[in-house]
C-alpha cells in the first residue's frame, strides 16, 4: 500500500547536536511538507517542497534545514541552532502542487531534548 | 488575515451522544478549501472531508456530518451516536491556492463507554 514512512518514531536528542528526521513516500506525489505540532497551538509549517531540488521556508524554518535530493524523500534536519526542538514532526505530501486535494501524513516522529 | 479558529479545546461525551465540533475561519478571499482531518493516537493525521468555497451543501457520510456556511464562516462536524472509537483531536484546515494550510489548534474529543 502507498503511503508516507517517518523514521524514527521516537528520537532523543542531546544539546547542541543535530539530527535528520527520515520522510520517504511512494505515492508519487510532487509536493512534500513538514510541520510541527505544539501542545495547544495546533500545526505549522516548517519547510515545503514543490519538486525535486526546490523547497521553501514555511512559518517557522529557522533552526532547521531539508533537502529534496528524491521525489520520494524529505528529510528535516533539526539543528542546535533551533533552541526549543521539543515536538512532534509530521511529515505530509500531496497529489498536486495546490492544496485543493489535501494531504496525506506520516505518522510522525516525536523528538524529546535529553 | 487566514486565521482558523476552534474554540473548543476538550470535549468528553458518554458514547451514543452526538458531538458538533465548531470550526470558524477568516479569508479575504472568494475561492478556499475548507477541510476537517483527525488525528488519533497514533499520531498520522486522517484526512475527513474537503469542501470548496462555493459549495455550501451540507454532507453526510454515515455518522459524520459537515455543516458549511459562508454567511458566518464556519464549517463545523457533528458526530452522530459517538463510539469510543471516534476519540481523537480534530483539527480543521484553510487553505487557499497555496501550498500550505493553515490549522487549527484542535479539539480532543474523548468518547467515554
Known amino acids: 500500500d502507498g503511503g508516507i514512512t517517518q523514521s524514527p518514531k521516537y528520537l532523543f536528542r542531546k544539546e547542541g547536536q543535530n539530527v535528520t528526521l527520515s520522510c520517504e513516500q511512494n505515492l508519487n506525489h510532487d509536493a512534500m511538507y513538514w510541520y510541527r505540532q505544539d501542545p495547544g497551538q495546533g500545526l505549522r509549517l516548517i519547510y515545503y517542497?514543490?519538486?525535486?531540488?526546490?523547497?521553501q521556508k514555511g512559518d517557522i524554518a529557522e533552526g532547521y534545514s531539508v533537502s529534496r535530493e528524491k521525489k520520494e524523500s524529505f528529510p528535516l534536519t533539526v539543528t542546535s541552532a533551533q533552541k526549543n526542538p521539543t515536538a512532534f514532526y509530521l511529515c505530509?505530501?500531496?497529489?498536486?502542487?495546490?492544496?485543493?486535494?489535501?494531504?496525506?501524513f506520516g505518522s510522525g516522529t516525536r523528538l524529546t531534548v535529553v | 488575515a487566514q486565521k482558523v479558529t476552534q474554540a473548543q479545546t476538550e470535549i468528553s461525551v458518554v458514547e451514543k451522544e452526538d458531538v458538533t465540533l465548531d470550526c470558524v475561519y477568516e479569508?479575504?478571499?472568494?475561492?478556499?478549501?475548507l477541510f476537517w482531518y483527525k488525528q488519533p493516537p497514533s499520531g498520522e493525521l486522517v484526512f475527513l472531508i474537503r469542501?470548496?468555497?462555493?459549495?455550501?451543501q451540507n454532507e453526510i457520510s454515515g455518522r459524520y456530518s459537515w455543516n458549511f456556511q459562508k454567511s458566518t464562516s464556519s464549517f463545523n462536524f457533528t458526530i452522530t451516536a459517538s463510539q469510543v472509537v471516534d476519540s481523537a483531536v480534530y483539527f480543521c484546515a484553510l487553505g487557499q491556492g497555496t501550498y500550505k494550510y493553515i490549522f487549527g489548534t484542535g479539539t480532543r474529543l474523548k468518547v467515554l463507554a
Open positions: 517542497s514543490q519538486i525535486v531540488n526546490d523547497f
Open positions: 505530509a505530501s500531496s497529489i498536486n502542487r495546490g492544496i485543493s486535494y489535501g494531504y496525506t
Open positions: 469542501r470548496n468555497s462555493f459549495d455550501e
Open positions: 479569508t479575504r478571499d472568494t475561492t478556499y478549501y
